[in-house]
Every structure is written in structure tokens, then in C-alpha cells.
């Protein structure tokens, strides 16, 4: 199912998210985080806003963002906290905007 954004937070359609030597180490099991399993992995990526939760006022939905620091990027929908996307201009293309941060 479509997660349920909270207050505070966005739910992202995700364009793109890579994969970084920090994801393949929590794959693994050795890095810091250690999700509770099952989990979904992903930390990053470029998307577009899909639903906004209460209290969210500084983007719109359909606005395409980079984000990172987020849990659940390698899926078709995700969560984020709303102060950490970064609004994308459409000069930045889907696979820069995936890198950025």
C-alpha cells in the first residue's frame, strides 16, 4: 500500500534513486543503520511530491525534488520529512538530480 504521509511530511513518486556504497553496506548488514527486516532499502532520490501531510506549505504536489537522509527510496512511493527535499529546477536533469546530494 501507498504509505501515509504525517504531519511534516511528503510522500514522493520516485523518478530515481541511486545506489550508494552506503545502501549496499546496510544491505549487507555492516553499516551503521540497521533497518528492521523486512525493510526497503534506498537513502536517496529524485521524485515528484505525490501527497503532502499537514503543516506542509513550502511545496506543492506534482513538484519535482531531490532528497536524501530518507529510508525507503528503492521503492515506487516513500516518505520524507518536508524541510529536507530540495526543490529541482528543470535544467537539472533526473540522473544529476539523483547525485546531488
Do not use: C
Request: hydrophobic share 40%; glycine share 10%; net charge negative.
Amino acid at each position: 500500500p501507498k504509505p501515509e504521509p504525517k504531519a511534516g511530511e511528503v510522500r514522493i513518486k520516485t523518478i530515481m534513486s541511486p545506489i550508494h556504497n552506503h545502501d549496499v553496506w546496510t544491505v549487507r548488514g555492516s553499516y551503521g543503520y540497521k533497518p528492521t527486516l523486512p525493510a526497503i532499502g534506498g537513502s536517496e532520490a529524485v521524485g515528484i511530491v505525490d501527497a503532502l501531510g499537514e503543516g506542509v506549505e513550502h511545496v506543492q504536489v506534482g513538484q519535482r525534488i531531490a532528497v536524501a537522509a530518507v529510508h525507503g527510496s528503492w521503492a515506487e512511493y516513500f516518505i520524507a520529512p518536508a524541510q529536507g527535499i530540495i526543490p529541482l529546477n528543470n535544467e537539472i536533469d533526473d540522473e544529476t538530480a539523483a547525485q546531488l546530494i
